[in-house]
């Protein structure tokens, strides 16, 4: 053996004792995290890999021999028409309900801010659409919308836009909207107390230092509050858009994915193929592809989260 | 301050009022749809144009889904499920926090991003998987089959919120109560978690509200309607070619009744767990 070696080795050595003496010195935290971090792997880690096996497998929904088809459902899924509708339905609900959230959140934020009276009232009031079950949400809009009776189309009507009630959920070319406003009425609340959280920590000696100055309203919004937000609208359009890209309950409530798939987003394609219709393997290789999204907003949230990197 | 600048206060109060009066009206009106429908006959219902005001009001509705649907056990089904999962969540989040909060051990950044990565991983692109696992683990169409999955995915904000809350206790007090003889867990229970009263209220609300609203888990996982929750009542009541509108939304009102006044007595807790959740400090 030589010098080096023995080196080396009584180096690894040392390195390996220094390990145990550290796990022996933190038993009791390991201990702590260790039935969460189990629980964890269990119901999170375990599923995500058996989901990239499911994706390399076929599995007919009439019995439960699988075939192992390696990527084929990738292969076929990129060829087919359906998924660029999915991806161009997906990206139309996230972009239009996201935009919708952000402007609506904020001008509910920047109004409760100023120093009203009722403002805890008001704020309260504004949070509770984020708070009851979005199935429940769902319903509500559905009957606001329904052809006949519904209240959206006795205002139409009122106000002459339209002469006969219109249905705007069995209509493919707009049910999506009539979707979209139930979501955007769901994750407003969200985004206004983000906001207002933001507003408030705003040094009120800017907007004193700007009116002095003379500027208006118009304009200490635009050169002091937007940029001094800029970092928590940058944090919550994330969030919301991670939301806003899994949201399963309202589509699945409102219509199903449908008139004709026309409101199916990715996810809602991931449940109707892998479980109402069995295809467990495509569905999951659906999965996979939407994991590759949420990777993607995950990693950009990440970066913006520990960015100053003294978060942990 | 000159009368002009007077008048522009006033004014300013005064549309500030109006936006925000409007603003409520807008958000509040599903609320008032939902509701006043319920105190209609079934003859104004489903009568075109709707009206805003029910010309008969009468609690017939209310009467009618305790007779005729199982509205109650749903509700009963939502307690034990949120319970159940506020529970198990408290169980795994309170020991995984304190240790990232009290030790520096090998690997705690990697379990804390790790679990920040959970937060993203959205139950339902996770479902195929899952329901493989709930198979395979013998769970299906049992309420375990519904907390567990619930219970993962609001780990991450519960164990991010208490880890942050459990860092700000000092460790003075604990190290003078272990020299007065408290064992660690009496630390835990006596001075560590009193002073985090905020933080375990705004937990337990986040994870509650989470697993009373969910839809999906118990769309996936319980096939029993006797064990369904109210979102998957109300679910069951659309159907595919007549819906009893009155019945589903007087289920609907009965379902967010306990979340009205729990938002009434919780709403601070509510606002500071959300702001803590998201934005950081």
């Known amino acids: 053996m030589s010098l080096a070696e023995e080196y080396s080795k009584t180096d690894g050595e040392s390195r390996l004792s220094q390990s145990i003496a550290h796990l022996k010195q933190n038993r009791r935290a390991y201990f702590l995290i260790a039935p969460a971090a189990v629980f964890l792997l269990a119901v999170v880690g375990y599923p995500i890999l058996e989901t990239f096996r499911l994706s390399l497998y076929r599995s007919p929904a009439d019995s439960t021999i699988e075939t192992f088809v390696g990527l084929q459902h990738y292969v076929e899924i990129v060829n087919s028409d359906i998924f660029y509708r999915l991806l161009w339905q997906t990206g139309r609900w996230v972009l239009v309900g996201v935009a919708g959230k952000t402007l609506l959140g904020l001008l509910i934020a920047v109004h409760l801010k100023n120093d009203i009276q009722g403002r805890k009232f008001f704020r309260t009031a504004f949070l509770i659409p984020w708070g009851i079950p979005y199935a429940i949400s769902a319903v509500v809009f559905r009957w606001i919308e329904h052809p006949q009776f519904g209240y959206l189309n006795a205002v139409l009507l009122k106000l002459g836009v339209i002469d006969q009630g219109i249905g705007i959920l069995g209509n493919p070319d707009i049910a999506w ?16 107390i983000i906001f207002l959280a933001g507003l408030q920590s705003i040094p009120q000696d800017l907007y004193e230092a700007a009116a002095i100055d003379g500027a ?70 659906y999965s996979v592809i939407g994991f590759l999204f949420l990777l993607l907003f995950a990693i950009v949230y990440l970066r913006v989260y520990t960015r100053g990197g003294d978060e942990l | 301050m000159t009368m002009a600048g007077h008048n522009r206060t006033g004014l300013r109060r005064v549309r500030v009022y109006g936006v925000l009066i409007a603003l409520l009206g807008v958000m509040m009106f599903p609320f008032y749809a939902m509701f006043s429908s319920t105190f209609k006959p079934e003859s104004e219902i489903f009568s075109a144009p709707a009206t805003l005001v029910p010309s008969d009001p009468s609690v017939g509705a209310y009467l009618d889904v305790w007779t005729q ?14 319970l159940g999962t506020v529970v198990l969540t408290l169980l795994l989040a309170i020991p995984a926090a304190y240790s990232c909060a009290r030790n520096d051990f090998v690997g705690k950044r990697t379990f804390l991003l ?39 995915f609001t780990l991450p904000f519960n164990i991010w919120m208490l880890y942050g809350y459990f860092k700000t206790v000092p460790v003075e007090l604990e190290e003078s109560a272990r020299i007065d003889g408290a064992s660690q867990f009496q630390i835990l229970t006596k001075i560590v978690l009193p002073l985090t009263k905020p933080a375990l209220v705004a937990s337990i609300t986040y994870t509650f509200l989470y697993a009373w609203n969910r839809l999906l888990f118990v769309l996936t996982f319980l096939t029993d309607s006797g064990k369904y929750n109210i979102p998957r009542g109300v679910f069951s009541m659309v159907g595919a070619l007549q819906t009893d509108w009155r019945m589903m939304l007087t289920v609907s009102v009965i379902g967010i009744i306990p979340l009205l006044v729990l938002f009434a007595f919780l709403e601070q807790y509510i606002v500071a767990g959300m702001t803590a959740g998201a934005v950081k400090e």
Do not use: C
């Not at chain 1, 991670?242 to 987003?265: E, L, N, R």
């Not at chain 2, 649907?69 to 949120?82: E, P, Q």
């Open chain 1, 177 to 192: 909207l009539g979707v979209v406003v139930a979501d955007v009425w769901i994750g407003t609340p969200f985004m206004a």
């Open chain 1, 216 to 285: 208006e309203r118009w304009h200490q919004f635009r050169y002091i509050t937007l940029p001094q937000l800029k970092s928590v609208i940058l944090m919550a359009t994330l969030l919301s858009t991670i939301w806003t890209f899994v949201s399963f309950d309202v589509i699945w409530t409102m219509t199903g994915g449908g008139p004709i798939s026309t409101t199916a987003t990715l996810v809602i394609h991931i449940y109707q193929v892998g479980l109402q219709n069995g295809n467990l393997g495509r569905g999951a290789a």
């Open chain 2, 69 to 82: 649907t199982d509205v109650v056990l749903w509700v009963a089904n939502s307690f034990v499920i949120s």
């Open chain 2, 114 to 152: 790790a679990v920040l990565v959970v937060q993203m991983f959205a139950p339902v692109v996770l479902i195929v998987g899952l329901f493989d696992v709930i198979t395979q683990l013998g769970l299906f169409n049992t309420y375990l089959a519904v907390i567990i999955p619930a219970a993962a």
